[in-house]
């Protein structure tokens, strides 16, 4: 009898990037390009920053590992005060980061759209790397950093986990660095918590 011949495996649906996040500020989903560690289980996001986002004042988007457009930072300067929204790319505010001109800070705090407090990032330790730092999270556990935070090779810990990762080997441009998340994180939060970071950093350099 004659072989029969099987059907053909249905092709793998392509996945879609990271375009919004969950009504709560919540980032859902995960981005293209994602890395799955192990070979198996949800991917982690990697996206691309710019360093020193504050000293900008302009808009750009956050883009992910393909250049996907992931969350767009609206930047303002103005006399007395500068701000920063991280927005979905339709515009929709997550978090938002204010700082005054010409004043030296040990500690900053990052808001959601309606004002309350996501999370106050301190410099806890002061040392020629800066490298231990503690993030406040109001509705949940602490975080804290592990690295040298000057030249943007750290990591972000919580309850024990790494929960993000920051690093300038994955991407070969100049002043940008780059923040892998892992999977079931709040992205929009722990960029802008790296944000921050840099910021407070690098005051007077």
Known sequence: MPRRIGRRAAAPVARRPLAAAAATGAVVGAASGGRRRGGA???????????????????????DEQGNRAFKVDGKVLRVRSTLKFETPDGRELYKIQEKIARIRDSMTIERADGSAAAKVHNALITPLRDRWTIDVPSGADMSTKGNIVNHEYTISQGGATVATVSRRWFRVRDTYGVEIAPGQDDALLLAITVVIDMMAHQGR
């Open 41 to 63: 289980g949800p991917a982690a996001n990697r996206y691309q920053m710019r360093q020193r986002m504050f000293a900008l004042g302009d808009d750009f988007f956050i883009t």
